[in-house]
């Protein structure tokens, strides 16, 4: 029936792994919270041929099994009608027949679209320019706006990303195009904007005077799994920095947008990248540090003298008045020994300390961790005097805000829910405009050349659980510094 306000999402692979872990569970609880558009639909698009109701059960199937607790027979059911499916090799114009018909039938004078390229990378350019070519993309009013999420990754490197970029900016404006990182759509990523933009406390100490270094960990516990082939191809660099890390990095250091704008906050991250020094072979040789996984080599899919590396640390340095001579240590492995992203922020010491401390011992100078996951938490350690001793004894102490404790009873939302429903209200703060993407390929590109080169170090290989490779104490040893415990794994 003819609707003109109506609003569809369209997930192209939607018989994938992503549409059945994250996105259709995702959908599910926007529903729940009442948060998704009146009758919003949600059409899956993928060559497999199912039926509406085929795709609904399965997607039943798979909402039972990864939305956890919030899993309810009743909002499913209340849910699942708004689930179609068109079969089609989106890629061709034939493919997307049945998409067009199910617009015709549905949309009668028109409605606002949403589509979701939850497809292999190299699909994206090809199937934006069959949308466009069928006339699906183009916009006949502002309110019945056609806006395009498109996946990680986004080009392997900087020439391929800004190709893809001038492929789909043939077809779409910029403002149409919601490229993903998911890691903005972490709550506590995002408390980290309200965290220093919101409060007066830290700012004045957050630059080069007051601050020493800054370490940034994505840490997984899980090796390759079945994503050898791609894994060994891709590696951390490209799987962690150029995306999750170098996000994580420019709001930790941007300066503040003098709105919550998109537009206002991107251009204070492709600040700070543009602001990131670019180091030359050799220097780009000395800032990092390469490890791989035992048994990595016998991995499905991966090459048997493969240098891929599965572990790296790297030093960044930022070339302006607030960071100059900080640096900043990124660092990232697979089957570490503990699932955690954390930010360290490691303060200088006192310029002078008139306690005595123990023969041998250290201060451990002040420091602020924000733990993004899991157990997403922010801790400030800080010297306090030891009550009761014969002599003035101090020692660190911990002050600590728990997310869990202060906000019991409510869960921590999926990144993809937030990430979703600001795609639907058109605010695409949380996702990456093109420069952001090209200057963070450039940033990690001298990194990757060291990786893959011809004559690139063999990494050094780490058991399974552990921190990563030994050799990566020494690179932070090279740089006067050493890594901080993390915070992550902690119990609540
Ligand atoms: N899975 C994750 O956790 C994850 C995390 C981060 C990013 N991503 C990104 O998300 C995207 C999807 O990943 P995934 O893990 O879901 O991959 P996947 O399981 O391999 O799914 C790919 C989907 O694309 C469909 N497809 C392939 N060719 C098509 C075509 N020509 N027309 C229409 N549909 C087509 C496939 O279905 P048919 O064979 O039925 O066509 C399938 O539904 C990738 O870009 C990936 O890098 C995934």
């Known amino acids: 029936m003819s609707n003109p306000l109506s609003k569809t999402i369209v997930i192209f692979g939607a018989s994938g792994d992503l549409t059945a872990r994250k996105l259709i569970p995702s959908l599910y609880r926007l529903d729940r919270k009442n948060r998704l558009p009146e009758g919003v639909r949600i059409v899956g698009v993928s060559r497999t041929k199912l039926s509406h109701l085929e795709f609904q059960s399965r997607m039943g199937a798979a909402v039972k099994q990864f939305a956890g607790a919030d899993w309810n027979q009743e909002d499913w059911d209340q849910f699942a009608p708004r ?15 049945s998409l067009e018909e199910w617009f015709k039938a549905h949309e009668g004078a028109g409605g606002a679209r949403l589509f979701y390229l939850s497809v292999s990378p190299d699909l994206y350019g090809s199937i934006v320019s069959q949308l466009a070519g069928a006339g699906l993309t183009k916009v006949p009013s502002p309110e019945l706006w056609r806006r395009i999420i498109i996946e990680k990754p986004f080009g392997h490197n900087t020439l391929s990303a800004q190709l893809l970029n001038e492929e789909i900016r043939q077809f779409l404006k910029e403002d149409q195009i919601y490229r993903i990182d998911h890691y903005l759509g972490k709550e506590t990523v995002q408390n980290l904007l309200v965290f220093r933009f919101g409060n007066t406390l830290f700012e004045p100490l957050w630059n080069a005077n007051y601050i020493d270094h800054v370490q940034i960990t994505v840490a997984e516990t899980v090796k390759v799994g079945s994503r050898g082939d791609y894994y ?5 660099l490209r799987d962690m920095f150029q995306n999750h890390l170098l996000q994580i990095m420019a709001i930790v250091a941007m300066e503040a947008p003098a709105r919550y704008s998109a537009d206002m906050l991107r251009n204070e991250k492709v600040k700070l990248l543009e602001a990131i020094t670019i180091p030359d072979p050799k220097e780009a040789s000395e800032s990092i540090w390469t490890g791989q996984y035992e048994g990595y080599l016998a991995e499905k899919g991966v090459r048997p003298d493969s240098k891929t590396p599965t572990y790296s640390a790297i030093r960044l340095n930022v070339d302006n008045w607030r960071w100059r001579g900080v640096p900043f240590f990124l660092r990232s492995g697979k089957a570490l020994s503990s699932r955690t992203s954390e930010v360290q ?3 200088r010491c006192p310029p002078h300390l008139m306690f005595s401390l123990p023969p041998g011992e250290k201060l451990e100078c002040n420091r602020l961790a924000i733990s993004i996951q899991p157990n997403e ?3 400030l350690r800080f010297q306090s005097k030891v009550p009761d001793q014969e002599k003035m004894t101090i020692a660190p102490s911990e002050m600590e805000f728990q997310y869990g404790k202060s906000y019991s009873g409510v869960p921590i939302p999926e990144a993809y829910e937030r990430l979703l429903q600001d795609a639907l209200g058109g605010d695409a703060s949380l996702f990456m405009r093109s420069d952001e993407i090209e200057r963070s390929w450039a940033i990690i590109e001298p990194f990757l050349n060291v990786t893959e080169s011809p004559d690139a170090p063999i990494p050094e290989e780490y058991p399974l659980g552990s921190m990563g490779p030994v050799g990566a104490d020494g ?5 006067l510094r050493e890594w901080l415990p993390l915070y992550g794994n902690r119990p609540s």
Do not use: P
């Open 232 to 236: 060994d191809r891709a590696g951390v």
């Open 377 to 379: 938490s922010i801790h």
């Open 83 to 97: 689930l179609q499916y068109c079969s089609g090799d989106a890629s061709t114009s034939e493919g997307l027949a």
């Open 475 to 479: 690179f932070m040893d090279k740089n």
């Open 345 to 347: 922020i490691q303060f």
